[in-house]
């Protein structure tokens, strides 16, 4: 039991890392967004899920940080992202912009 | 020896985040960084309980989960740039 929640913890810790080395190395903010709310997501559930199985007493507290963390973080995540689109100059190497038509602008389509 | 393996490579990733805090050309990216650097701490304060061996730890990361969710939401609209209708 001991050696399955230690690969819990490795597991998030070197997806922490991996969202650190993402936000670090990510040419623009949209990148950045991503790798940094996805893989720390998926590393705090890995962490957390570890630290519940070395200790059984309190997986409710830590079923509780989970379930706050999956619902918190992607409403955090979609509210930077849509202040980002309003506040900073976009790359200019966007596929489809959907966002503009919706917030008034007249449709262009760049496919 | 796996807690020294863990806390390193959770160091190593706050030290990412701190950098592109401290360097970030805009402020969207300080902010995106912050909110890594959170959720980065979340899982410290669950390493420090596991550590310790004492559950209160767990309490104060759920407290910091909530603060640090509504502080990347008030930035989020300080960005955009609306400040008094929400």
């Known amino acids: 039991m001991e050696i399955v929640s230690y690969v819990f913890m490795i597991i998030g810790g070197a997806f922490y890392l991996l969202g650190g080395l993402g936000i670090l190395r990510m040419p623009d903010t949209f990148n950045r967004i991503q790798a940094g709310t996805k893989a720390t997501t998926l590393g705090a559930f890995a962490l957390l899920i570890g630290v519940g199985i070395a200790n059984p007493d309190w997986i409710l507290k830590v079923l509780l940080i989970i379930i706050f963390i999956a619902i918190s973080n992607p409403i955090g995540s979609s509210a930077l992202a849509k202040a980002t689109y309003l506040s900073s100059e976009l790359p200019n190497n966007l596929v489809q912009d959907d966002l503009h038509e919706l917030l008034g602008g007249k449709k262009h389509d760049t496919n | 020896m796996i807690n ?83």
């Open chain 2, 4 to 86: 020294i393996i863990v806390f390193s490579l959770i160091g190593l990733g706050v030290l990412f985040a701190v950098a592109r805090l401290l360097i970030g050309p805009t402020p969207a990216d300080r902010v995106v960084s912050l909110d890594t650097f959170n959720i980065i701490v979340i899982g410290i304060i669950a390493l420090l309980a596991n550590l310790f061996k004492n559950s209160l730890y767990l309490d104060i990361a759920i407290v910091y989960a909530i603060l640090a969710f509504i502080e990347t939401i008030v930035f989020a609209r300080y960005l955009e740039g609306r400040h008094g209708d929400c």
